[in-house]
């Protein structure tokens, strides 16, 4: 699963990584997102304008939103079958924006977990496939929500995980954005996992295990 990430460079540089987007004020720079938070988020709504949705897919039926705090990720493979996510498959998909991600790698005979910081070799944003959703409560608020799509793992994410969040290429932008309804057969070529010698991964201290740490020194290697 994918259940943290970070998103630390600034408005300048993202735009300059997405031209064909547009994206908020900028915003303080981000070491340790966490699930139930707002996350940098592109609909496919046809106007190319980021904004922040909360992380954690609350489908529009939903009677409680707090499902979506167990709806962070969902499976590329199990997309048109699952009903908290075909809907949004067909019709609401979304660019999540990134910088890295953390994985637990778990180490034989230990119970701790090693946390591991991945991100790609060049060192640039990347853009996350998700889908999204709009709930409306019976008070007339509402909350614009999303999930991570993850997929098999490439070579360098197999020795820590057995999944890895579906990392867009900028050739997949266009098709997985259009507003009209998608194909299953169509979309699903885009779910894959990418190119694992365009990535890097090291150990990081285990203060990210705790969502309150959000400063720097959470991507810097240990030995």
């Known amino acids: 699963m994918c259940g943290r990430f970070t998103l630390t460079v600034d408005t300048a540089d993202l735009q300059d990584a997405f031209p064909a987007f547009t994206f908020p004020v900028a915003s303080a720079p981000r070491f340790n997102i966490a699930p139930t938070q707002p996350v940098l988020t592109l609909p496919n709504d046809g106007k190319n304008k980021a904004d922040?949705?909360?992380?954690?897919?609350?489908?529009?039926?939903?009677?409680?939103?707090?499902?979506?705090?167990?709806?962070?990720?969902?499976?590329?493979?199990?997309?048109?079958?699952k009903p908290s996510f075909r809907g949004s498959y067909k019709y609401r998909r979304c660019l999540i924006f990134a910088d890295g991600f953390y994985e637990w790698q778990a180490q034989p005979g230990a119970k701790?977990?090693?946390?591991?910081?991945?991100?790609?070799?060049?060192?640039?944003?990347?853009?996350?496939?998700?889908?999204?959703?709009?709930?409306?409560?019976p008070d007339g608020s509402f909350i614009k929500s999303c999930t991570i799509i993850t997929t098999e793992p490439n070579?360098?994410?197999?020795?820590l995980h057995n999944r890895m969040p579906v990392i867009l290429p900028p050739s997949a932008y266009e098709r997985w954005l259009e507003p009209s309804p998608g194909r299953p057969e169509v979309l699903g070529g885009l779910l894959k996992p990418y190119p694992a010698d365009e990535m890097t991964a090291w150990a990081v201290s285990t203060l990210v295990n705790s969502p309150a740490n959000d400063r720097p020194e959470l991507v810097v290697p240990i030995k």
């Open 52 to 81: 922040f949705f909360t992380w954690g897919l609350i489908p529009s039926w939903a009677k409680d939103p707090s499902i979506g705090s167990k709806l962070i990720n969902a499976r590329s493979e199990t997309l048109s079958e």
């Open 155 to 159: 070579a360098l994410m197999a020795r």
């Open 112 to 137: 701790t977990k090693i946390p591991n910081y991945i991100r790609l070799s060049s060192g640039k944003p990347f853009a996350l496939a998700g889908l999204w959703d709009e709930w409306h409560s």
